[in-house]
């Protein structure tokens, strides 16, 4: 009996020996310096998108229908979950993100090869390309067709599922997820354009081929690592938006890297310099992508977000292995290509080079901080973790180098020297005018200080900028470069504030007592209860009231009981605002309805969130239109 498990199964199984075939013949191909598989290969990849998906499309039918038949539709949802948390739900679990990084990569290969920029490399260079890809691709279609795969089938089938995690029923985790994984698969074709390119000593320049897959791949990850931070800031119940959780991490380390690119590759197409280096760069991105699936699928870390190992921890361990092999081979072997010699470290490509160096030494820094609970073991039976504070030690002051160089990078000229001194002196003297004022409000310490007055100098900087260069006004990504500057700084006035200078107080109420906190009362003033089937909501009513005993809004944390899941989950309240917000937590109830409830005021927290949207709208500006060979830009 043909059933939709065994459909989809199928389906996969095809792509996977489609994939690994055409592999096969694209590298048989190319060692004899033959393109004559390309069409095959291009054709195919239709097919294979198509395959997975028809998957992929039944997957989701069983989400939505409720099919619990479906093994991993029983385990994520249940028949109380609101339609478009059952459809998200595709990617609430490991076979199911899985699958949808694989889809995600298929079409992705097939928007490849409509693109403009497909045509502008010879088919030799593309047809190593395409090697290099179905070989990705290819590893996930492996996971989905064996140690995880989303079509296991259940007989009898269930009368009810075990329902979607209910941390992961909020709207940032609709999109967060898929953001993420858009992003990882996005550099994959970057990466193999490098890595082709390198081999047939391409003429035409990969980089600038490759220059908008970069940037889209880039906005993609920033938008899910923004968005993710905002998950846990509204859903965690803690208060805060970074952990430096493992799981955290393994996004945070990709986007260091690649982050590094953008400022390398720059730096070489502008000059025809760095050109082993670029190619290893955005190829360690796509293994550091990898390495992200690793730590969140493995099972080596442990961590609130991650899931069990699965199977998958060993496969996914030796595909890293295997791709950092290859990309160093091609990326350093090779040595025939000449670089040029590159300016001094007071030009702006010098400071570029920093920036970039200063990005790489934080991925290592957080991929050894990371790990350290695996390395502690090579001399310990008791493997000891990091904590946020060994984190934000060492991380703080690098990034905070990156902010201060914000501030005078756009001033330097490519070959040394400055320009518009007189705009330079401005921003120099916004630095220390914003020092002594962070100074005289109370800002002490030392590396949020120079980080929020960086922040500060930068966003004058980027400002005058516009203001002193009319070409820089005339230049859309002019906009687009500085723009992700400029909220890159808001990202940092929000950090230097918000963490430091957050102040909390946790107090047990009953109706009418008040909370003093940081020059705000809180008072409780009812508590209220909202019951369904799927989901019982016990609400405490807050009114809060500022210095001068005005009333400025009203909070109404909950504390929810979710129907197939033991204990209670805190869903917090915020009274947002551009300087202090105000968040609160019911940490818990008597009968008598008398609360334990924490406050904290996080001064400029949405800052940080306003940047975050500026560093992943404005960098669209950047994308350029890319014209077929013979055609014009």
């Not at 968040?583 to 008398?594: H, K, M, P, S, V």
């Amino acid at each position: 009996m043909l059933t939709p498990h065994f459909l989809a199964f199928f389906a996969l199984l095809l792509a996977l020996f489609l994939s690994a075939g055409l592999g096969v013949s694209a590298c048989a191909a190319a060692w004899r310096s033959t393109t004559a598989p390309l069409p095959w290969i291009e054709k195919g990849q239709w097919l294979i998108t198509g395959l997975m998906l028809l998957a992929s499309a039944i997957l989701l039918w069983a989400l939505g229908t409720g099919d619990f038949s479906f093994s991993y539709v029983a385990d994520y949802t249940d028949s109380f979950l609101p339609q478009f948390y059952a459809l998200t739900a595709f990617w609430a679990g490991q076979e199911g993100s899985f699958l949808f990084w694989g889809v995600c990569l298929a079409a992705l290969g097939v928007v490849w090869r409509l693109s403009p920029s497909y045509q502008r490399v010879s088919p030799l260079t593309r047809q190593y390309a395409w090697a290099f890809f179905l070989a990705v691709q290819a590893f996930f279609l492996y996971v989905l067709t064996g140690p995880s795969n989303p079509f296991l089938r259940l007989e009898p089938a269930l009368d009810q599922g075990n329902g979607l995690n209910p941390l992961l029923q909020h709207p940032g985790m609709i999109f967060h997820p898929p953001l993420l994984f858009l992003g990882y698969a996005g550099f994959t074709i970057p990466a193999c354009l490098a890595l082709a390119a390198k081999l047939t000593r391409e003429p035409v320049s990969w980089m600038d081929v490759s220059r908008n897959w970069v940037l889209v791949s880039w906005i993609f990850l920033t938008a899910g690592i923004i968005l993710g931070s905002w998950w846990s800031y509204m859903e965690l119940g803690w208060g805060g938006y970074w952990a430096w959780d493992p799981v955290e991490n393994a996004s945070l380390i990709p986007w260091l890297s690649a982050s590094a690119f953008l400022h390398t590759s720059l730096i070489g197409r502008r000059r025809k310099a760095l050109g082993r280096s670029n190619v290893f760069l955005i190829g360690l991105t796509l293994v550091l992508c990898f390495f992200g699936t690793y730590l969140v699928r493995s099972g080596v870390i442990d961590s609130l977000h991650a899931f069990g190992s699965g199977g998958v921890g060993q496969p996914l361990f030796l595909l890293i292995l295997v791709s950092l092999a290859l990309v160093t081979l091609i990326a350093f072997v090779d040595r025939s290509s000449e670089d040029r010699p590159l300016s001094g470290i007071t030009s702006k490509q010098g400071v570029m080079l920093l920036v970039a160096w200063l990005l790489l030494a934080l991925g290592v820094v957080v991929m050894m901080g990371t790990m350290w609970p695996v390395i502690s073991r090579l001399w310990t039976e008791n493997p000891v973790g990091l904590d946020a504070g060994f984190y934000n030690r060492v991380c703080l002051p690098l990034f905070t180098f990156i902010v201060l160089f914000l501030v005078f990078c756009p001033w330097l000229t490519w070959k040394g020297g400055t320009r518009y001194p007189k705009a330079l002196g401005a921003s120099i003297a916004a630095f220390v005018l914003a020092l002594g004022g962070l100074w005289f409000v109370g800002v002490r310490d030392l590396w949020p200080l120079l980080a929020a007055a960086g922040g500060i100098a930068t966003c004058v900087s980027t400002v005058l900028i516009f203001v002193v260069a009319p070409a820089s006004r005339r230049q859309r990504v002019s906009w687009g470069a500085y723009g992700v500057h400029f909220g890159l700084a808001l990202v940092f006035v929000g950090i230097a504030f918000s963490g430091p200078y957050k102040a909390t107080t946790e107090a047990v109420l009953d109706k009418g007592e008040v909370l003093q906190v940081d020059g705000y009362e809180v008072e409780y003033t009812g508590f209220d209860q909202d019951m369904t089937p799927a989901v019982s909501a016990f609400k405490a009513v807050l009114e809060v009231r500022n210095e001068k005993g005005e009333t400025i809004g009203r909070l109404v944390p909950e504390r929810r009981m979710y129907r197939n899941f033991q204990q209670p989950f805190a869903e917090a309240a915020v009274l947002p605002g551009l300087g202090d917000e105000l968040y609160a937590t019911l940490l818990g109830f008597t009968e008598d309805e008398i609360i334990s409830l924490k406050v904290s005021v996080n001064p400029l927290v949405n800052w940080l969130w306003i940047g975050g949207t500026l560093m992943c709208l404005l960098p669209w500006l950047c994308l350029r239109r890319v014209a077929k060979p013979g055609g014009r830009h």
